[in-house]
RNA sequence: GGCGGAGUGGCCAAGUGGUAAGGCAAAGGUCUGCAAAACCUUUAUCGCGGGUUCGAUUCCCGCCUCCGCCUCCA
């Protein structure tokens, strides 16, 4: 079936037909590292690591390629502020930049070029550009020159005649034929990086990076550019100006961009300085989480965040999480079973199947996507309420459904919990830890203080839970619930299994 | 001013020329010692006004409101 994608440049869906049929080679506008990256960018990382795993999902052999920005005006600016030298700035978000990456479970690029290790190259593409009469040298800096570039202003859909023109008087603006046009090479100030060039010393302006790098790893005209909507222009513009104005051929096929994510009906943006970090999300809320939210709203649709919107998120994934715990424990608790309905389900899932690729062959609908599985979540706790004891077969169709699903939309799906579990009862730990003082003592209030020192927390609360169905067992309940109770305040939560038969 | 996007149940959010997925929340019910989880049921004339059509939330026109871009921006 063929995948379709919103192309911005048509302003339409296109099928996909890439260069060689089966791969796809794509390349995302990475980050700025000056800072921590916020929520917003992670809004656009994600939305593209979910493209690229439907695709491979697809059988798409995917080559990424997102490239890091490492020398610029904001990461000088830092620097300055912060008193050391650029490049310990960028080196340092660029870490950062890695390990939230990682956090959040989006996949390593293949190719992660930086800018800083192409200034040779740009400074190629540049000087080949002034030859051309496509850019001209003014005091050091290199322009590129707009108005020898008929194709400018296509991709952003705008006549640069018709647009307001808020340039404030500055000294770069003085060296410009027209305030359109756009440094390709910025001469150095003292005390900034630089590097030579036939222009002197200087360091590349911000497009040239994305021009050259994306065509030196993945060959010129190939098939999926993507990044944040705000980047359309003027970056993508000046990119795929200079590109084109360099090689003489088409820059990129497909033009994919990821809307804003807002707050309070605006967009998160450093200017507005209503940023959230991301990290600060991830202190608090677990990555499959923050991944909800996104899928949840069409990638290429404004996202509205609230603190609400995580909480809600969070309990929509909590959903997934359960259902493939019940079917765990019915798996542990025999399984073995002929139970009726299994071809049923198995036919079930394969429809909800089939809509789930359809949705997601249209243009990534990663929301409509959603609700194809929280169906599959609903026809299989359905089907495991019904059976007495399910056919290991189905089990291990509906955990499948489950896992492949999510897979292909980048949910881990990792136990964000550990799980004890007693005879007819489980207790969820959280993964962030539970607090191991008010647990012992909690326990010793319990009746149970023998040899806990050492003991492993799962351990303690297994103990709990098996003195627990002592307790329900006698018909204690006052007993019982206070144990229950406890963990729950520890933020271990308890929850019954099957019904105690007396016997 | 130019270009683009959006207005769908309490909230979030898909979608379609033939009366509208899913999630969250709420209420009632089943189950449970009680909870939790799960399941069932209930809650939308799709911003406003015209038009096209047998029929429009979906197409066209006008209007209102909101948002994004117009050289910091994911």
Redesign the pocket.
Known sequence: MAIRVYNTMS?SKEELETIEPGTVKMYV?G??VYNYI?L??A??FLNFDMIRRYLEYSGVDVTFVQNITDVDD?IINRANVEGVPADEIAEKYRLAFEEDMEALGVKPPDIAPRATEHIAEMVEVIAVLVEKGHAYVADGDVYFDVSSFAGYGRL????LS??????QFSPEMERKRD??D?ALWKAAKPGEPSWESPWGPGRPG?HIECSTMSVQYLGGGFDIHG?????????HENEMAQAEAYSGDRFARYWIH?????ID???????LGNIKMLREVLEEFDPDTVRMLML???YR????FSE??L???R??I??IW??LE?IESAGDNGGGGSGAGGNELTSTLERLDASFRE?MD??F?S??A??EI??A??EV??F??GAEAPPAAALQRAKQFIMEHCGALGLELEASSRIVASST?RAKISSAGSDRGRLLSFAAEAGIEAETGEMPDEELVQLLLEARQVA?ESKD?TR??MI?DGLNGLGI?????K??RPE
């Open positions: 302003r506008c980050p700025t916020h917003g960018n809004r656009t904001k952003s859909g705008r006549d018709e647009q307001q023109v808020t340039v305030p359109w756009f911000w990044g944040g909507l705000d980047l359309v222009f003027p970056h990821s809307g804003m994510l807002n009906q605006e967009k998160m943006s450093k200017s949840g709203t069409h649709s404004p996202l509205s609400m919107s909480t809600e998120a309990a929509s909590e959903r359960n259902c019940r949705h249209d243009d609908n929301a409509a959603l609700g929280f169906e979540v609903r706790n359905t495991l309420d009862s329900r309940f019982a619930d229950r939560q308890v929850e019954d299994i019904r105690l």
